[in-house]
């Protein structure tokens, strides 16, 4: 239930591992560390990040504080830019406002960084989120 927002009204607490909960860790941060070679020391370190306190690496999938919105908003009428607390890699905690996607037929998308260009790449030694 630690990671069960009370607010969540489309998950609940649970104890199976493969259940989605209210926060996730990043999409790309987890694309990257898989694919860590054993001589990079297999393991995401601090030193991996080029802006620590503007990088996001783990916050909530959906804007249960702020209307509910998806962190990934497809494009359309009515699309919100989804608001959610994240946890940044220096340690600080702050809300956050996804930002816009690169991606064809996606209004906002939390997966990816945002700067210095919207892109798919998950180096976050090439990548942040926050432009501060």
Same mark, same amino acid.
């Given at each position: 239930?630690?990671?069960?927002?009370?607010?969540?009204?489309?998950?609940?607490?649970?104890?199976?591992?493969?259940?989605?909960?209210?926060?996730?860790?990043?999409?790309?941060l987890?694309i990257?560390?898989?694919?860590? /070679?054993?001589?990079? $020391?297999? !393991?995401?370190?601090?030193?991996? %990040?080029?802006? =620590? #306190?503007?990088?996001?690496?783990?916050?909530?999938?959906?804007?249960?504080?702020?209307?509910?919105?998806?962190?990934?908003?497809?494009?359309?009428?009515?699309v919100?830019?989804?608001?959610?607390?994240?946890?940044?890699?220096?340690?600080?905690?702050?809300?956050?406002?996804?930002?816009? /996607?690169?991606?064809? $037929?996606? !209004?906002?998308?939390?997966?990816? %960084?945002?700067? =210095? #260009?919207?892109?798919?790449?998950?180096?976050?030694?090439?990548?942040?989120?926050?432009?501060?």
């Amino acid at each position: 239930a630690v990671f069960w927002c009370p607010q969540d009204k489309s998950s609940y607490p649970t104890n199976d591992p493969s259940a989605w909960t209210t926060w996730m860790y990043r999409w790309c941060l987890s694309i990257y560390t898989e694919n860590l /070679s054993t001589s990079k $020391g297999g !393991a995401l370190k601090t030193s991996n %990040f080029i802006k =620590p #306190v503007q990088q996001v690496f783990y916050n909530e999938d959906r804007a249960n504080h702020y209307g509910g919105y998806e962190v990934w908003e497809s494009s359309g009428p009515g699309v919100k830019q989804p608001k959610v607390n994240a946890a940044f890699v220096d340690g600080h905690a702050r809300t956050w406002l996804v930002s816009k /996607s690169g991606a064809s $037929g996606m !209004a906002y998308d939390a997966n990816w %960084f945002q700067y =210095p #260009v919207w892109s798919t790449n998950p180096d976050p030694s090439k990548g942040w989120d926050v432009n501060n």
